[in-house]
């Protein structure tokens, strides 16, 4: 049997009988001259690269879901160079969305720049592997080691929202408990961390986050620098590859590029199609 018929076999899939939705990628900042060496294995550590820090809005049937958070903590303007930056929550008003309007809040992994804003979308649902949600509200703040890039206050937030009826824990892959969207897991970039598969009008899109930095990494199939598994890793570009309708609509978590290989709807937001 091919490769991608096995991938396929172990992938979550999205029902062509589901919804379908509008997906647009936002961007509300950029962290100038990061190393690329801390996002693609292996690369050469004098390349610098303003990377893009993004969130995605998947709009239909009724719902309107947001891929991770992005963040508003002042200590992250202090230790990166943040620039370029609008609130995640006012970065998305040129697609006529306000906050309070977020029903659901797709949360890839827990780490700052993704679930960093969770309290500006005050109506939403958290959807969160169970095994991250777990593991980060619990065992790893039992060593200085095993949190690392992971905000007490981000936690804190999920826990209330958890203790107020506003949290799915999702159990591995699932592609029923929403229409027209699925749940994948992820490469052990954090302990759990997933990626998202959704299904626009006639394609299957895949919202890796940080499963995948830039394109590069799938392009060279090398994994991200920031993993608890390369091996596992590698398997999920695998997987998140035969998922999507076509390579480039597998849309890496901070990849400028997006912003150039998908039509503009605004300053700072793409249409992904």
Do not use: C
């Not at 190393?35 to 690269?49: C, F, H, Y």
């Not at 893009?52 to 009724?62: D, E, K, T």
Request: proline share 4%.
């Amino acid at each position: 049997m091919a490769i991608a018929a096995l991938l396929a076999l172990v992938s979550p899939r999205v029902s062509a009988d589901g919804e379908t939705y509008e997906v647009y990628a936002v961007r509300f900042a950029t962290i100038a001259g990061f190393r690329v060496s801390s996002l693609v294995a292996g690369a050469d550590r004098e390349r610098r690269l303003d990377i893009a820090m993004m969130i995605w809005v998947l709009r239909g049937g009724g719902r309107i879901a947001i891929v991770d958070s992005g963040f508003h903590r002042e200590q992250y303007f202090r230790q990166f160079a943040v620039v370029d930056y609008v609130k995640p929550s006012e970065a998305i008003a040129p697609l006529g969305i306000k906050p309070e309007a977020v029903t659901d809040l797709l949360l890839t992994h827990m780490h700052w720049d993704h679930a960093g804003g969770i309290d500006l979308f005050p109506a939403a649902r958290i959807w969160i592997q169970k095994d991250e949600y777990d593991y980060y509200s619990g065992e790893a703040w039992q060593s200085d080691r095993t949190h690392g890039g992971i905000d007490p206050d981000d936690v804190v937030e999920v826990v209330k929202k958890n203790v107020g009826g506003k949290v799915t824990l999702v159990r591995g892959d699932d592609d029923a408990s929403l229409p027209g969207i699925g749940f994948g897991i992820g490469g052990k970039h954090t302990w759990a961390s997933q990626f998202i598969t959704v299904r626009t009008r006639d394609r299957v899109a895949v919202i890796a986050s940080d499963n995948m930095y830039l394109y590069e990494n799938l392009e060279k199939h090398l994994p991200v620098a920031q993993t608890l598994d390369a091996a596992s890793n590698l398997r999920t570009q695998d997987r998140m590859r035969g998922l999507a309708s076509e390579p480039r609509l597998v849309i890496p978590g901070h990849d400028p590029a997006v912003f150039e290989r998908f039509p503009r709807v605004s300053e700072r937001i793409v249409r992904i199609q």
